[in-house]
């Protein structure tokens, strides 16, 4: 019963999620007609899993319920067991219900702000799977699940920047973030085989308890990845980049992503995995310089921008800086209270941001202040918001790019010349314009299509046909003649000459010695 | 057929071949768990395609209509005897089971023994589904319908037998089997570039076939009970000098490593893949690539000590091969160029969770071996059909497909998430245990191996984005959806990628017991 009321928790929202897409699929939910069912679905699957959490919490705060609930078992393979559990203490009770609150306020308003867009359906699919995929974030028992949920939602951002999908700078930009966050996630995954190589268990109690009695080493190790995956959520140098391109999506889910949900997702994480931080000094003072390092940046960044988003997005980073800047102190309780308190204001500051622009479009911006405009290099480097993401394309970017070339030109002069494909054979005729032409000129022959072999194949079975011919010439067909007469005469010759020689004595008797020897 | 006689050859000339045959007998039923005279089932699930190409060979070749139907049904009927073995199949037991043998060149001591275990039973149903799978892509084949069916129900012929096939020699047979099929579907059905494509194929599998065959008759020399029987193969390859074990698994590496395809014998793969007609793309990618890696699992199971020798090169290979594979799929801008460099990719994955040598590593080389299975064949049915509808397959002539065909748009995008390993599909928990088995045996080794996951996930976005968003084209208008037959295809293999993926414990309970006694080997 107890299993039954935490699992729907995230299920409401998978499940509407679910519907939502079957009805588009079957084609019954479409259109100005479907958006009123589309909604309340999705609004109504918001408001129960809200309802079942505050049981969930009343039950806990009475100790009705465990902290952590086991659910069954979902991979379970050889030595290795990987539950289906949750973990129901009070920051992830917490966060669920900042998921939830927001979640629904966010729906509630897309209600009437996505009124009457074309992908009003696809947006309402998108944002119920982010919800359920957030709860199983931060509920999540283990690792594993947590991971799933943090990717899970890193695809439904990856959906919704490329929303407006006709404009290919959006598709862009959703590409890119969803790469960089990629990088993140190889952060967290990476953490999670190590755990499971020196810690042996990932549900996030046993964790948490081993990992204060780890090497501080390994510790150190193991806070690093984990610290690169909130790092890359959360947009923390170097990786901050990624959340201003974010900001393509509609306003609504920027304000659920980017201004109060999904980028304090890291620092949720760095919160949850308290006990290893603490017990590795290295990772501590990490946390603290990429907390510190990004606050100023955000902060001097955030003072240049002249659209409403960009300087909310940075005034975010910043903020979350300063989270990252208290877990790297100590100050574990006021990081989480802060995390709480932004969160809300700036989903807020997110939501009226279009009703803002209407009320200050007339008025001129407010000028830099003083310390940075006579400082004009810092001023054009904040401008240029230092340059990270160039720097990001020069020395990342680029380089795996050209190896990339690198190993198509080996694929093309090594390889292919092996197996003896003509150069350009390789998706010469993919493209449309080939295939028309192609068709208009198909009374020709087979072209360069030959059937024969190409390349090293075709190399050694031509030598050996040549041998072989060689052969062949030499002494079966030319043999018969005057030339094997010759060279049977010749061979004659010789065999009388060693002959003769062989009767002389002296050869004779050597012959015989030689042959005692042997017989002995 | 001319390599078999040379195993004729050589079993005549041995005279003791007769007198041993009672203790390979014996030999053979200490694995043998299901008694011989129950319904021999995978006969019966073997030779259905058979009975089919027979049935279509007896209809004109103007009634296309009957032919499809009869080879649907054959496909049909052969998925369906297939799914039933799961239910009978002992998950619990690592023995052969439905085990069937009877003599077959007694002179030799090769049998017609067929048998399934928990590595072979998957792979059997993957080939039995990507083959009805083909048959209903082949909607789109309108020349010499008949010709083109019986070689596509032959060629699931030849795949089932080489993943029953309890023989080395029987597997032999069926494994060039499966190139003769595959030759004419090439050369006569396939691109612009067919014949080279066809040819190239034949002639790179049958110089590794040869080594591999050189290998299996090293082994069969030295075998105490004359017989090709694998269990005997198993005993005489381990007895051999720890020199010659070596060369043996080297032989059959280079075998094998071909079909997989490994770095740097993989040349043949993306021509066959991109001028083969899509639903014989569907069956190369999905299923034959997977005979590679089975074969090579079973050649570790019968030389222990060469493969831990092997160990360090079968790793380099493989990180190399996963890499190599994925950078150059990120530089194509052909689909099928680029789904056939990402098979390698992932089929290098295979190798990785091969070479970690533990239970964990190889139950991620045997799942990724599904995983990529589901994947890969959808991925060529979904391209396939799209390329039948536009006739590019040029990703830059593509754009705003999400508008014009919301289905392919959906199962396509979901597709290629699985092939980037998301959670919620069967390749991320394959890669979740590839990665753990490597990370135990070769630690640092496989950092390595998330370059290889970030270039797939870059291809795999650009290629969602370039697909299906963009602005409209008038070229791009009038693209037709699914059809249901299509859709039900492609829906079925994209809903094994995440049920299976959701619900790991189904495919995970098949090949527990048969995984836990090859790592124990080790």
């Not at chain 1, 979350?320 to 807020?348: D, M, S």
């Not at chain 2, 060629?155 to 060039?176: K, P, R, S």
């Not at chain 2, 198993?234 to 060369?247: N, S």
Request: with cysteine.
């Amino acid at each position: 019963m107890l299993e039954a009321l935490a699992a729907s928790i995230p299920l409401f929202p998978l499940s509407a999620a679910l519907l939502i897409a079957a009805g588009m699929v079957s084609g019954r939910l479409g259109g100005e007609a479907g958006e009123c069912y589309t909604r309340r679905l999705a609004l109504g699957a918001a408001m129960s899993s809200a309802i079942a959490l505050l049981i969930v919490i009343g039950l806990r705060s009475r100790a009705a319920m465990p902290p952590q609930l086991r659910l069954g078992t979902w991979i379970a393979s050889g030595r290795h067991r990987i539950d289906c559990s949750l973990t129901l203490d009070a920051l992830s009770l917490s966060f669920a219900m900042l998921i939830l609150l927001l979640g629904v306020a966010v729906l509630r308003f897309s209600g009437s702000y996505m009124h009457r867009e074309p992908g009003f359906h696809r947006y309402f699919l998108v944002m119920t799977l982010f919800i359920g995929a957030m709860l199983i974030l931060s509920l999540g028992g283990n690792g594993l699940l947590t991971f799933a949920g943090w990717e899970i939602a890193g695809v439904c951002s990856f959906l919704l920047i490329g929303y407006t999908h006709e404009r290919p700078v959006a598709v862009a930009n959703a590409s890119r973030a969803f790469l960089t966050n990629r990088v993140g996630d190889i952060g967290f995954l990476l953490g999670l085989l190590l755990a499971v190589a020196w810690i042996g268990d990932l549900e996030w109690p046993k964790l948490l308890h081993a990992a204060r009695k780890l090497q501080p080493i390994a510790a150190t190790g193991l806070a690093l990845c984990f610290l690169l995956a909130a790092a890359v959520k959360s947009a923390q140098l170097p990786f901050t980049p990624w959340v201003t391109r974010a900001m393509e999506g509609p306003t609504p889910s920027s304000a659920l992503f980017y201004g109060s949900v999904m980028i304090h997702t890291g620092a949720f994480l760095v919160l949850r995995l308290q006990p290893l931080f603490e017990h590795s000094v290295p990772a501590m003072f990490c946390l603290m310089a990429v907390g510190a390092l990004t606050a100023c940046y955000g902060f001097l960044t955030g003072l240049t921008q002249t659209d409403v988003k960009s300087s909310l997005i940075f005034a975010t980073v910043a903020q979350i800086g300063l989270i990252f800047l208290a877990c790297g102190l100590g100050w574990w309780t006021f990081a989480t209270v802060h995390l709480f308190a932004h969160a809300v204001v700036r989903g807020f500051q997110f939501l009226s941001a279009p009703s803002l622009m209407h009320r200050v479009a007339a008025r001129p911006m407010r000028p830099v202040p003083a310390f940075l405009a006579h400082r004009p290099g810092l001023y054009h480097a904040a401008l240029q918001r230092f340059w990270v993401e160039a720097a990001t394309d020069r020395w990342i970017v680029a380089p795996v790019q050209r190896m990339a070339a690198d190993v198509e030109r080996f694929d093309r002069e090594v390889v292919e010349r092996i197996v003896g494909l003509p150069v350009p054979a390789l998706g010469s005729l993919s493209s449309a314009a080939a295939w028309e032409e192609s068709r208009l000129a198909a009374t020709g022959g087979s072209g360069p299509d030959a059937r024969e072999a190409g390349g090293v194949i075709r190399w050694m079975a031509h030598q050996l046909a040549l041998a072989l011919h060689w052969f062949e010439e030499k002494l079966v067909l030319q043999g018969v003649g005057a030339d094997l007469w010759k060279g049977f005469r010749r061979f004659g010759q010789r065999l009388r000459a060693i002959d003769e020689a062989l009767c002389r004595p002296r050869y004779l008797i050597l012959l015989v010695i030689a042959t005692l020897l042997s017989v002995k | 057929m001319l390599f078999f006689a040379l195993f004729r050859g050589i079993a005549v000339r041995r005279p003791s071949a007769g007198n041993q045959e009672v203790r390979s007998d014996a030999n053979l039923h200490s694995r043998n768990s299901t008694a011989p005279d129950l319904v021999k089932i995978l006969s019966v699930i073997l030779w259905a395609p058979v009975v089919g190409a027979l049935l279509i060979a007896c209809v004109p070749a103007q009634r296309t209509r009957i032919v499809r139907a009869i080879a649907l049904g054959a496909a049909t009927a052969t998925l369906f005897l297939a799914a039933s073995l799961p239910f009978s199949f002992d998950s619990a037991s690592a023995d052969l089971q439905f085990f069937e043998r009877r003599a077959w060149n007694p002179a030799m001591g090769s049998f017609y023994a067929l048998g399934v275990d928990g590595i072979s039973l998957p792979m059997v149903l993957l080939s039995s589904l990507l083959s009805l799978v083909a048959t209903i892509a082949s909607s789109t084949i309108h020349r010499n319908v008949k010709g083109y069916c019986i070689w596509l129900l032959a060629l699931e012929f030849g795949m089932l037998g080489v993943f029953m096939a309890q023989d080395w020699a029987l597997f032999y047979v069926f494994w060039e089997l499966t190139l003769i099929p595959l030759f004419f579907l090439i050369d006569l059905w396939g691109g612009p570039y067919r014949h080279k494509a066809s040819l190239n194929f034949v002639l790179y599998t049958m110089g590794g076939s040869v080594f591999m065959l050189l290998a299996l008759l090293a082994v069969y020399k030295s075998s105490p009970d004359n017989s090709t029987a694998m269990d005997s193969m198993i005993t005489a390859a381990r007895a051999l000098p720890p020199g010659t074990q070596l060369l043996v698994f080297g032989g059959l590496l280079l075998g094998f490593g071909v079909k997989m395809p490994l770095f740097p014998i993989h040349g043949w793969l993306p021509l066959a893949h991109v001028e083969a007609p899509s639903p014989v793309s569907i069956l190369l990618s999905g299923a034959l690539l997977k005979m590679g890696a089975y074969g090579l699992l079973r050649s570790c199971e019968m030389l222990p000590a060469a493969v831990v020798e092997f160990q360090p090169w079968l790793l380099a290979i493989a990180l190399i091969t996963v890499i190599y594979g994925g950078l150059i799929a990120w530089r194509q801008t052909d689909l099928k160029a680029m789904i056939a460099y990402s098979s390698i990719s992932h089929m290098g994955l295979v190798l990785f969770g091969i070479a970690s040598l533990n239970m964990t590593g190889l139950l991620g080389a045997t799942l990724q071996m599904s995983a990529h299975g589901l994947v890969g064949g959808a991925l060529f049915l979904l391209i396939g059909l799209l390329y039948e509808r536009t006739h590019t397959r040029e990703i830059g002539d593509y754009s705003s497909l999400i508008k014009v065909t919301p289905r392919f748009a959906a199962l396509t995008t979901l597709t290629l998430l699985a092939a980037v390993g998301l959670p919620g599909s069967l390749s991320f928990v394959a890669e979740l245990h590839a990665l753990i088995g490597g990370i135990q045996r070769s630690g640092w080794w496989t950092l390595l191996l998330s370059i290889g996951i970030i270039v797939s996930a870059a291809y795999a976005f650009r290629t969602i984005g370039n697909l299906f968003t963009g602005p409209v084209r008038p070229a791009m208008a009038a693209v037709e959806d699914l059809r249901p037959a299509e859709l039900l295809a492609a829906g079925a293999l994209v809903a094994g990628i995440l049920g299976f993926g959701i619900a790991p414990a189904l495919p995970l309970d098949l090949i527990t017991a048969s995984v836990a006694r090859l790592s124990a080997i080790f």
